[in-house]
């Protein structure tokens, strides 16, 4: 973080001095970069991450059962832990060193979660284990809006993620009663205005979308995964082109009510991540629905182009709409792609030499695809300038 804002401080003295940005302009832009929260550092990291390894030993500590100990002791050990490290982490943060306080909240959690498993080894407490890590994901999250953490925030998303994984296990069924726990999660997320978070629901809400295709229809249902992923897509664009025409629209009453609430929602860059995710969720369908169900050859020729397309769709609306991130994944994408094919394909009645000849001209027409589209944005630059 600290070279992005080095380099970024370099590029705003450089367009100072071009007459791009006035004197004015460029300090109260450098006054609002430097008013952002800084990532925790290479000092924060370590300790973040010696909190964890703490959080596991004190875990492994309890799952050992230590039977020499009287009940009294052990408890008195895990509240110690788990009152003394919130302690801590509040001195920390009012010394203003919030990257020790996030990995003293850390290793609270940690505590509290070794109690919820001494707790049921003393008192021999045999529930559903499930159950255990919602409470341990519901501590985390209360703990992270209390002291506003994002570490705290993360550590919630991910055991939540490890509860729904576990009780979809044992049910070889879908977990209907994570999606309003995760849509909460989000909102949350979205509330705290914190980006990662909303990362985390997306990845989270993906693999549960997935996770269908395995669980559902005997684990034949990954056209359920592809068409919900395409839907998605479908609305990630449409709220993108809404939300740029709403940035450009008039002063007219519904323009403004649509602006005010794609603003409140997000926006195009929240649009952006949706796409993103979806994009990965219907690949997934995709590639199941080719390589891991049993396909016919002409099937597998409908959905490889079918793939191919979307993937090809993608690149070029991440190119028009200068989202990178869309680009790469579509770039990715397609390269799985090929090579899945290839191998599946080599030495079928597909013939791999007439599959890479026409993946070849696909490549090369988006190739050029892609360098009218920079010529025509170089000569909109020279326009303006």
């Keep these: 973080m600290w070279i992005a804002r080095r380099q970024f401080g370099d590029d705003l003295a450089r367009w100072q001095a071009a007459g791009w940005v006035t004197e004015e302009g460029s300090r109260r832009i450098q006054a609002e970069i430097d008013g952002r929260g800084r990532g925790p550092g290479f000092a924060g990291v370590l300790a973040i991450l010696g909190a964890v390894l703490l959080g596991f030993a004190l875990m492994s500590f309890v799952a050992a059962n230590w039977q020499e ?3 009294l002791v052990r408890l008195g050990i895990i509240f110690a832990g788990l009152f003394g490290s919130y302690a801590a982490a509040g001195v920390l943060f009012a010394r203003q060193y919030d990257a020790f306080g996030h990995a003293a909240v850390l290793a609270g959690l940690s505590a509290f979660g070794a109690g919820i498993m001494l707790i049921a080894q003393i008192y021999h407490i045999d529930g559903h284990l ?3 890590v919602f409470t341990w994901a519901l501590g985390a999250l209360a703990t992270g809006l209390v002291s506003g953490s994002p570490p705290a925030l993360a550590a919630a998303a991910v055991l939540l993620g490890l509860w729904t994984a576990w009780e ?15 849509a909460a999660l989000a909102l949350t997320f979205h509330l705290q205005r914190w980006r990662p978070g909303l990362h985390l629901t997306g990845a989270l809400a993906t693999g549960w979308v997935v996770k269908l295709g395995y669980v559902l229809d005997g684990g034949h249902a990954h056209g359920i995964v592809a068409a919900i992923g395409l839907a998605a897509c479908a609305v990630a664009v449409g709220w993108m082109v809404l939300a740029r025409r709403a940035g450009r ?46 396909t016919q ?23 028009v709409g200068g989202r990178r991130g869309i680009v790469w994944l579509g770039y990715v994408g397609f390269s799985v792609e090929i090579l899945a094919v290839y191998f599946k394909t080599v030495g079928t009645l597909l013939g791999s030499s007439v599959f890479f000849l026409i993946a070849g001209l696909i490549v090369i027409a988006l190739a050029g695809l892609a360098w009218r589209l920079h010529r025509a944005e170089d000569g909109l630059r020279g326009g303006v300038a």
Excluded at 256 to 277: F, P, T
Aim: glycine share 12%.
């Design 69 to 71: 100990m009287s009940r």
């Design 130 to 132: 499930p159950d255990a």
């Design 168 to 182: 979809t296990g044992i049910a070889h069924t879908a977990h209907y009663a994570f999606l309003p726990i995760l």
């Design 249 to 294: 629209a008039g002063r007219g009453e519904f323009e403004i009510r649509a602006q005010q609430a794609l603003a409140w929602a997000g926006g195009e860059d929240i649009a952006a991540s949706v796409l993103g995710y979806a994009i990965a969720t219907a690949f997934a369908g995709l590639f199941a629905l080719q390589f891991l169900e049993k």
């Design 297 to 319: 050859t002409g099937v597998l020729v409908g959905l490889a182009a079918l793939t191919l397309l979307a993937l090809v769709a993608a690149i070029i609306f991440g190119l």
